[in-house]
Every structure is written in structure tokens, then in C-alpha cells.
């Protein structure tokens, strides 16, 4: 049985891709919380990123409301704020990533993954 109400948000993988400091690649992974946008929603925010030419990073603040598994600077979790997000936002690639992982999550709903 389906039920019509589901909930605001859902989580879904985040995988970013960065180089280590001697070069060589490294992923890192952490469980992104987004929010859960309406058909309408999900095509308003897309027409409007591409009309208005929107970067990865405005549109995965846009996005993203909390993540499981991200750690700071002490090495202890780190809770998903603003300023965390915007801290987050400034690694090159990060909007990307979060945008890919909310794309692929929609898609992968679609095609019943």
C-alpha cells in the first residue's frame, strides 16, 4: 500500500572527489539530507537554475537541510549549519557533488532503483 503524505526530507550518498595532499585522488562520502521538492518544485528550481545560469553551490544550498557523517576540524561530528554548509559549500566541487547526488537520487526513484 501506498501512502500520498511522504516526508519533507530523505537521505541520500554524497560522494566528493578531491585530490590528497600528494596529489593522488581520494572520495569522500558522507549522507546528505535534502529536502523533498514536488514535481513542480523540482522543475521550477531546475528552469530557474539554468535560466538564471545558477552555480552547483547556490543550488545545493538550496538543497541540502542536514548530513550524517561529516565531520570538523576536531574530528568530532559536525552539525549541519548554515555556516557549516557555507563552510562546506567553499571546497571546490562540493555543490557539484551534493547536486549530482540529488539528481541521481531523483533518477534513481524513476527508474525504481
Known amino acids: 500500500m501506498f501512502k500520498i503524505v511522504l516526508s519533507p526530507t530523505y537521505f541520500a550518498p554524497v560522494i566528493l572527489h578531491l585530490a590528497a595532499a600528494d596529489g593522488s585522488p581520494q572520495s569522500f562520502e558522507f549522507q ?3 529536502k ?3 514535481t513542480q518544485e523540482h522543475e521550477e ?15 545545493a ?4 537541510v542536514g548530513w550524517r557523517d561529516v565531520l570538523g576540524a576536531d574530528d ?15 571546497i571546490n566541487g562540493a555543490g557539484a557533488a551534493i547536486c549530482k547526488s540529488y539528481v541521481d537520487s531523483v ?3 524513476a527508474r525504481g532503483n
Open 107 to 109: 533518477e534513481r526513484v
Open 32 to 34: 546528505g539530507l535534502f
Open 36 to 38: 523533498r521538492l514536488s
Open 76 to 90: 568530532q561530528p559536525l552539525t549541519f549549519s548554515p555556516e557549516a554548509l557555507h563552510a562546506l559549500l567553499q
Open 45 to 59: 528550481l531546475m528552469g530557474r537554475a539554468k535560466k538564471q545560469n545558477l552555480s552547483d553551490t547556490v543550488v
Open 61 to 64: 544550498s538550496e538543497l541540502l
